[in-house]
């Protein structure tokens, strides 16, 4: 079996595929990952200092926030990506393990991915690295094209890793949790207010649809790992999966998690949905450029100009070509065309120079925008010095391969031509690379789930119930955890369990009053469902850490210091003389499904648990037990 699996992922390695799927995969998932940093970057103070505002972290962490966002930037664009994925990972490794308390799933595959991004050829389509490439080993005589195709197998990597085996992890939980075998595993969140933060209790209501999705939810993740590599089945899983992660977007305050995972799916679109996809149906094009193709300048202009031309407007024609043949050029001397840029629009209108320019842009569609602003006073005059300036001294000496000494590099050869040793070849050395590494992936994941609840309740039932073994097996377990989770982004999964709503019958706010004011401060609104500060990490923290389903007033109290101080800090109120009270909503314990649970607790009555201070930047709490209330 063990040899089918290895000849499978050789038949993977070597099928070259489009790479335009993996490239919407790469923007996606890094506009996601951007959106995500950049909440952490206005939440920084609540997340990494010491008192938010006040105390603040001995790291640069804002300073370090902003260059992790410009390296996303550029791997958005797939620029540099070979030294911005090694940066991003050394951040994504230094900040989520900064974040404590405020981890949470998503940071996980967040690591994951940066670790796999590594070695993965994210940049062989729509990417400026691309551009740099054909610039690299192009010349006037020869036009380079980078391959286009990626491995097979490149597809699969990150859904296997991100998905499968993490569906694997969370199914040995579920399989062992009352209320999801119970079918009420998206009933039950979704019914919670401070869970929730819409109310949809019209879907709510139909039992029959909240116990299918339930279900229809155990099912897929039980079957995704030995389902997602057949072909035939990923459009199934590709619809059930993104519909269940954009339910996950509507009903729960953690969209980034949702549309991070829906972009993981973008890899299961079937690759020949992008090769039909055609942004110039009627092939019209709407600016001819004329261009000297003896001047490698030139050449190289047209490389980059075509690049970026995604819609195909632009239709390059050298002078030595079409001399003589375009009436609407017939007034201009050959030399005139070989010094000095010209195109000629549908209309037969003629512009030259630094005016041609602005019409690629302005025809190019998407970049019009740009097109404008090189009509700016201050940006036109700069951009017509330039050109003139470039112009000048081509007219003097006509830029050519000899003339510019330009000597045309050696293309790369592929892997498999490309000898290391006798023996082995470059292809051959990779191959053996990505293997070793879902190996070691898949066997410390195996490690890590030794811990499930499932796992767990095997062995307390068997044998290795009270032995040494068990007990050695569990530290060994616990141990590899707490180094690739970090690392690697390898971890348990247990989301949305038994443990974390049993008994779980109180909703705390804390309310600020000033005089006759009364405002609930933005973890929890009024209606006792979570307000603008908790969203994926903050809404995690608060909800089952600062809260939780057996309060524990340690940290309850650390929380609300925290979130009081920062929500201060944004009002710029000094921590001093500011006095707050502490709500608590009783709602009931779920007992099976029940019409209407969501409103039926929205409406329940908030009682005052206490009230905690700030005086002179020292905090005081005054709480009653909230398990008793």
Same mark, same amino acid.
């Given at each position: 079996m063990l040899s089918k699996i290895s000849s499978k992922i050789s038949s993977l390695y070597d099928k070259q595929i489009d790479a335009r799927g993996f490239a919407i995969f790469r923007i996606v998932y890094f506009i996601n990952l951007f959106l995500e940093l950049l909440r952490v970057y206005n939440f920084r103070h609540l997340i990494f200092d010491k008192v938010p505002f006040v105390d603040e972290n001995e790291i640069a962490v804002g300073l370090g926030l902003i260059l992790w966002l410009a390296i996303i930037v550029m791997l958005c664009f797939g620029m540099f990506t070979r030294i911005n994925t090694i940066l991003n990972y050394v951040l994504s490794v230094v900040f989520f393990g900064m974040s404590g308390y405020f981890a949470y799933h998503m940071y996980y595959v967040y690591t994951t991915m940066a670790f796999l991004f590594i070695f993965l050829p994210i940049s062989r389509a729509i990417s400026i690295d691309r551009l740099f490439e054909k610039l690299k080993y192009s010349s006037s005589r020869y036009r380079y094209e980078p391959p286009n195709t990626v491995s097979a197998f490149f597809y699969l990597l990150p859904l296997f890793?991100?998905?499968?085996?993490?569906?694997?992890?969370?199914?040995?939980?579920?399989?062992? @949790?009352?209320?999801?075998? @119970?079918?009420?595993?998206?009933?039950?969140?979704? @019914?919670?207010?401070?869970? #929730?933060?819409?109310?949809?209790?019209?879907f709510l209501n139909l039992k029959w649809l909240m116990k299918f999705i339930g279900y229809l939810t155990v099912a897929f993740e039980f079957i995704y790992l030995f389902l997602f590599w057949n072909k035939k089945w990923r459009v199934p899983l590709l619809i059930i999966g993104v519909g269940l992660h954009l339910g996950i977007l509507l009903e729960f305050p953690i969209p980034y998690f949702a549309i991070g995972v829906v972009g993981l799916y973008i890899l299961m679109v079937p690759v020949s949905f992008w090769k039909s996809i055609e942004l110039n149906r009627k092939n019209k094009k709407t600016l001819f450029f004329y261009y000297d193709a003896e001047c490698p300048l030139c050449n190289r202009t047209v490389i980059v100009l075509s690049h970026f031309d995604i819609f195909k407007r632009l239709e390059f024609v050298s002078v030595q070509s079409s001399f003589g043949k375009v009436a609407a050029l017939k007034s201009f001397s050959e030399a005139d065309l070989l010094n000095d840029i010209h195109s000629v629009d549908n209309a037969g209108n003629v512009r030259k120079g630094y005016e041609t320019y602005r019409s690629a842009f302005s025809s190019m569609v998407y970049l019009w925008p740009l097109s404008l602003l090189l009509y700016l006073p201050g940006i036109s005059h700069l951009g017509k010095a330039v050109y003139r300036y470039i112009?000048?001294?081509?007219?003097?000496?006509?830029? #050519?391969?000899?003339?510019?000494?330009?000597?045309?590099?050696?293309?790369?050869?592929?892997? @498999?031509?490309?000898?290391?040793?006798?023996?082995? #070849?470059?292809?051959?050395?990779?191959?053996?690379?990505?293997?070793?590494l879902l190996v070691l992936l898949v066997l410390v994941q195996f490690t890590i789930s030794l811990n499930s609840l499932l796992f767990k309740k095997i062995r307390e039932k068997s044998f290795l119930k009270e032995t040494i073994l068990n007990k050695e097996l569990t530290a060994f377990s616990f141990f590899v955890r707490d180094v690739a989770r970090p690392t690697l982004g390898l971890a348990n999964h247990p989301v949305f369990m038994d443990f974390h709503f049993k008994h779980y019958n109180h909703i705390v706010a804390v309310v600020y009053r000033d005089g006759d004011k009364v405002e609930f401060l933005p973890m929890i609104n009024e209606n006792g469902q979570p307000g603008s500060y908790l969203e994926d990490a903050t809404f995690v923290n608060w909800t089952f850490k600062v809260v939780s389903a057996q309060v524990e007033a340690s940290k309850l109290s650390e929380g609300i210091s925290r979130y009081t101080a920062f929500w201060a800090g944004q009002r710029g109120l000094q921590l001093n003389n500011l006095k707050f009270e502490?709500?608590?909503?009783?709602?009931?314990?779920?007992?099976?499904?029940?019409?209407?649970?969501?409103?039926?607790?929205?409406?329940?009555?908030?009682?005052?648990?206490?009230?905690?201070?700030?005086?002179?930047?020292e905090f005081k709490v005054d709480l009653k037990d909230i398990e008793k209330m």
């Open positions: 890793i991100c998905n499968a085996l993490i569906y694997s992890d969370s199914i040995l939980y579920k399989f062992v @949790s009352t209320y999801w075998m @119970s079918g009420l595993g998206m009933w039950l969140p979704s @019914s919670l207010p401070m869970i #929730t933060h819409v109310d949809t209790s019209v112009a000048v001294n081509r007219t003097n000496e006509r830029c #050519t391969d000899e003339t510019c000494g330009y000597e045309p590099p050696i293309i790369p050869k592929q892997d @498999s031509d490309v000898k290391l040793l006798h023996n082995l #070849t470059k292809r051959e050395l990779k191959l053996f690379f990505f293997k070793s502490i709500m608590v909503k009783r709602i009931d314990d779920y007992k099976d499904w029940e019409e209407n649970f969501l409103r039926n607790q929205i409406k329940k009555p908030w009682q005052v648990a206490g009230q905690a201070y700030w005086v002179n930047g």
